[in-house]
């Protein structure tokens, strides 16, 4: 891919980048919504999961919390790599598919603006906020010696007044990895780079439940929120931008209309009636 195809003004690709991460963490902090309500559609999610056979954070979290060697490696994943990767993959894509780049950019603005309408019109309580006779154990707070997130919130000790806690509907954690294992599949050359694009959204989805930071039904909103924000990018710009280039069927031979490619044409020896002519 040409460097022609990159965006030519890098800082104002960060400058949109900033902004968006901006209104991501405004937008979560402006959406708090009334607590009871956040509470109700928490109780709601894991009644239709229960319903369902769904249910599979209560198991998690009880195994992460028995756990230690599981526990604290999956809080440092929660409260790091959502915020380490995704940027990684972008500056990835600027650098080594540039081709790619504003289509990938385009779809995780847009998926991630989708997701805070979602905050907004849905705030959910995560199962480590709910009441302890629910059976949940929140990680970050048991094991909050161990890294620099404090027991109030997945945040910096003391920022946990700045964080919206009860946003857990839809989660962007899991909506980002899949937007990352997305890319590193289909931009990726080595093994590696296939293998990490599929296992990091799984263990993101298993990571997310096990700390009690959200329901498996946030998953699966996180996850149709981007296939939403995937669609709208794809109107917006009016092409896909994620599919491998269309050969060119001719070989890059020239011809005009009704000519024949040189190995269509009839040699010389051809004693048919098409080679007489």
């Not at 993101?204 to 700390?211: A, D, F, I, L, P």
Request: aromatic share 12%.
């Amino acid at each position: 891919m040409t460097e022609r195809h990159r965006p030519t003004r890098w800082w104002a690709e960060l400058l949109l980048l900033g902004l968006l991460y901006g209104a991501y963490s405004g937008g979560r902090l402006l959406a708090r919504g009334d607590v009871q309500l956040a509470i109700d559609h928490g109780l709601a999610i894991l009644h239709y999961e229960h319903v369902l056979g769904m249910d599979f954070e209560r198991p998690l979290n009880r195994l992460f919390t028995a756990q230690t060697w599981i526990g604290v490696p999956a809080d440092f994943v929660y409260a790091s790599l959502h915020y380490l990767v995704t940027p990684a993959v972008l500056i990835w894509l600027w650098f080594r598919r540039p081709a790619h780049y504003r289509a990938a950019r385009t779809w995780l603005a847009l998926s991630t603006l989708l997701g805070l309408v979602g905050f907004t019109l849905m705030p959910t309580c995560p199962p480590r906020l709910l009441d302890a006779a629910h059976g949940f154990t929140d990680t970050m707070a048991q094991y909050s010696t161990y890294g620099w997130w404090g027991a109030e919130a997945s945040a910096p000790r003391g920022m946990g007044s700045f964080t919206n806690q009860y946003a857990a509907m839809p989660s962007l954690h899991v909506g980002w990895a899949l937007w990352c294992g997305v890319m590193l599949w289909m931009h990726g050359r080595k093994p590696l780079a296939k293998a990490a694009g599929v296992l990091y959204p799984l263990v993101t989805t298993v990571v997310v439940m096990g700390t009690a930071n959200h329901y498996f039904l946030d998953a699966v909103a996180g996850a149709a929120v981007m296939g939403a924000g995937f669609l709208l990018a794809r109107r917006v710009s009016g092409r896909v931008g994620f599919r491998r280039r269309t050969p060119i069927v001719s070989g890059g031979w020239d011809t005009s209309a009704g000519e024949l490619l040189p190995a269509q044409r009839p040699s010389a020896d051809d004693d048919s009636p098409a080679a007489a002519r």
